[in-house]
């Protein structure tokens, strides 16, 4: 049975940086792209970033793009680099596998991780 396992979140001042990783494990499966979404208390999930398995493509959401990474060591893990953190990127972040459909910003996803927290203080 495949698991997603999110790790390096954290408490950090603002402008400070944040590694996390996604390992993998369990049985193999193919999918395209593996993303990273986050959800703040009493708001939505949003989608962060995505990096496809395939060509290594990336996408991100306009609030991040500049300062977070995403970058890959195929199959696993995918890693997300965030730097020049804001109070506002604070979350529990989730790494998200097995698109079988739709764009990797709002397909779906078959696997999910548990969470990170990340939390960034002013």
Known sequence: ???????????????????????????????????????APGKEREFVAAITRSRGNTFYADSVKG??????????????QMNSLKPEDTAVYYCAGGLVSGTPSDGKYLFWGQGTQVTVSS
């Open 67 to 80: 300062r977070f990474t995403v970058s890959r060591n195929a199959p696993n893990p995918v890693y997300l």
């Open 1 to 39: 049975q495949v698991r997603l396992v999110e790790s390096g979140g954290g408490l950090v001042q603002a402008g400070d940086s944040l590694r996390l990783s996604c390992a993998a494990s369990g049985r193999t499966f193919v999918n395209d792209a593996m993303g990273w979404f986050r959800q």
